[in-house]
Nanobody, 123 residues
Framework: QVQLVESGGGLVQAGGSLRLSCAAS????????MGWFRQAPGKEREFVAA????????DYADSVKDRFTISRDNAKNTVYLQMNSLKPEDTAVYHC????????????????WGQGTQVTVSS
């Protein structure tokens, strides 16, 4: 069975940094696009970042562009989200997702989802 396990969340002050990791198992990792999404209480899930199979293409939400960086290490079956200059509005549960079609901003196009990791940014 496919498993995606996020880690690296926590509580940080505004302006701080966190690196989230998502370790995948049960799939051919290099054949899946990977994405990060987040959901805050009372809000809909929103796209954060995505990366293609080999890492040659990336996409970011405007709200995180130039602050967050998505990357992947196919040898380790892991995708990362480096988050810098964090803001209180970044507070959310962050989920990673794997999709066999293409990297996308739409969550419905992803096949598998992790349980999520909480990121809380204090002001």
């Amino acid at each position: 069975q496919v498993q995606l396990v996020e880690s690296g969340g926590g509580l940080v002050q505004a302006g701080g940094s966190l690196r989230l990791s998502c370790a995948a198992s049960g799939l051919t990792f290099s054949r899946y696009a990977m994405g990060w999404f987040r959901q805050a209480p009372g809000k809909e899930r929103e796209f954060v970042a995505a990366i293609s199979w080999s890492g040659g293409n990336t996409d970011y939400a405007d709200s995180v562009k130039d602050r967050f960086t998505i990357s992947r290490d196919n040898a380790k079956n892991t995708v990362y989200l480096q988050m810098n200059s964090l803001k209180p509005e970044d507070t959310a549960v962050y989920h990673c997702a794997a999709g066999s079609s293409w990297y996308s901003t739409e969550g419905r196009l992803y096949d598998y989802w992790g349980q999520g990791t909480q990121v809380t940014v204090s002001s």
